[in-house]
């Protein structure tokens, strides 16, 4: 039985891609690439019809080359889901902001658009990122309400992803994968599957587990996060250096502070520990604390502004520029980004929004918003950096005579201000 089953997924006639974004897009590139027949799925017309003209939806290192080897091995993109046998579903999993659950809202309506046309026995694998217990708790009983057995007439996986948006290529082939199925044989087939681009080892357990690590990978380092920004809030009022005290406090073999920043952004660290709070409420203490100081660090900043200002007899806040409108260095994702956190605190004071500029945001995200670099700093007298892009450490000279806040600490001078 296995060894059909093996043979009969690798063999299987391609592989349908539901969900065409930062995780959907590298995932079904890096198939495609490695040989195997994909057809890319996104209910998104437009962002199919960029793809199939050969234009990418996002930037990132070495995802051009990626999709021109994805383009010569065949790699098709529709809006229409495919019959086949093998899926990854790869779709948003937001959070319910007042209750802090997972809203599973887009995973399930891609699940039943597959069980709508997926050959019987496919193998159904969800790469999103899902609160632990939501494939018990939303998922089965949706396909088990259409009289459909798993483990028989369908196979669910879960295969969450552990790519960094900034290196997301390398990571695709050198991170480990964590593969969790109801049926260890399916889990070895996807395993197989994976190993046409993952290099390294590749662990099979059960789907809950599978929900689990995920959820927990990413709220070891919002903590992580979280302690650095707090050391740094610390450090502030005795005035000690607190990079100083990291750089130190790392040289222990068992010490790995991170950096302290602006704020966590983005659709994962900055959204997973939710999941434990919202579905652990009283058990989940550190991790709520946690996002709470991370929270804390865009208005944090805000602090230092007003501090720099009054130290430097500057009144005119119109003067004062955010360079960096992304979540985080090199890439081009805005969600959750401090900049859009610490513009909505001051909306929410009712203060005249600060003059913004990201060399990776094209498009008109936020009022005051610069899309040339001079012309940003031509317009400001104190520069916030709270992005660390390659643009800014290549053209430091550019800050001069500019009063700088460094929340990246990234300028390596002692005549900037720092968190
Ligand atoms: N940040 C700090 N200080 C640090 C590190 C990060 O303030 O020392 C900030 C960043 O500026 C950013 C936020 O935290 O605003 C998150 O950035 P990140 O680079 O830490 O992580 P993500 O969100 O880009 O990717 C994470 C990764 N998870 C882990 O490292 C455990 C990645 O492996 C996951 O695949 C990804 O979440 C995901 O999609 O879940």
Not at 219 to 228: E, H, L, M, P, S
Not at 331 to 358: C, F, G
């Amino acid at each position: 039985m296995a060894d059909n089953q093996d043979k009969e997924l690798i063999e299987m006639e391609f592989i349908n891609v539901i969900g065409l974004g930062y995780i959907g897009l590298p995932t079904s590139l890096m198939f495609a690439q490695s040989g195997i027949k994909v057809i890319g799925t996104d209910l998104n017309k437009s962002l199919v019809n960029s793809l199939a003209d050969g234009k990418l939806t996002f930037q990132e290192k070495g995802l051009e080359e990626l999709f021109q080897n994805a383009i010569s091995n065949g790699i098709e993109f529709s809006t229409d889901y495919q019959k086949t046998d093998t899926y990854i579903i790869a779709v948003p999993t937001p959070y319910i902001k007042e209750s802090k659950k997972i809203d599973p809202k887009y995973v399930i309506s891609a699940v039943k658009s597959v069980l709508d046309v997926c050959e019987p026995g496919a193998v159904i694998i969800i790469e999103s990122t899902v609160s632990p217990g939501s494939f018990d708790k939303y998922i089965r009983p949706e396909i088990e309400k259409q009289g459909i057995i798993i483990g028989k007439d369908v196979h669910l996986v879960h295969a969450p992803e552990r790519i960094i948006p900034g290196n997301m290529i390398y990571e695709l082939k050198n991170n480990s994968r964590t593969i969790g199925a109801d049926d260890p044989k399916i889990g070895n087939c996807v395993k197989k599957l994976y190993t046409h681009f993952c290099k390294a080892e590749i662990v099979i357990t059960d789907i809950r587990s599978a929900e689990m690590s995920k959820v927990v990978e990413n709220t070891y380092r919002d903590i992580n996060i979280a302690f650095a920004n707090e050391l740094a809030k610390i450090c502030r009022i005795d005035n000690i250096d607190v990079y100083e005290i990291i750089r130190i406090a790392n040289k222990h073999p068992r010490v790995n502070i991170l950096q302290p920043g602006p704020g966590v952004g983005g659709h994962c660290i900055s959204v997973d520990p939710w999941f434990l709070v919202g579905d652990y409420p009283g058990l989940a203490n550190i991790v709520l604390t946690a996002r709470k100081i991370n929270d804390s660090m865009p208005e944090y900043v805000l602090e230092r502004v007003y501090d720099i200002m009054q130290e430097r007899g500057m009144l005119d806040i119109s003067r004062v520029g955010l360079y960096g409108l992304t979540y985080k260095e090199n890439v081009d994702d805005i969600r959750e980004s401090p900049t859009l956190q610490l513009l909505e605190a001051m909306k929410k004071h009712l203060a005249p929004p600060l003059r913004v500029y990201d060399p990776f945001v094209k498009h008109d995200v936020v009022e005051n918003q610069y899309h040339d670099f001079d012309r940003f700093l031509e317009d400001v007298d104190l520069v916030v950096i709270m992005v660390s892009h390659d643009e800014i450490k290549e053209h430091m000279d550019k800050l001069e005579g500019k009063v700088v806040l460094d929340t990246k600490n990234i300028c390596g001078s002692d005549r900037v201000y720092k968190l």
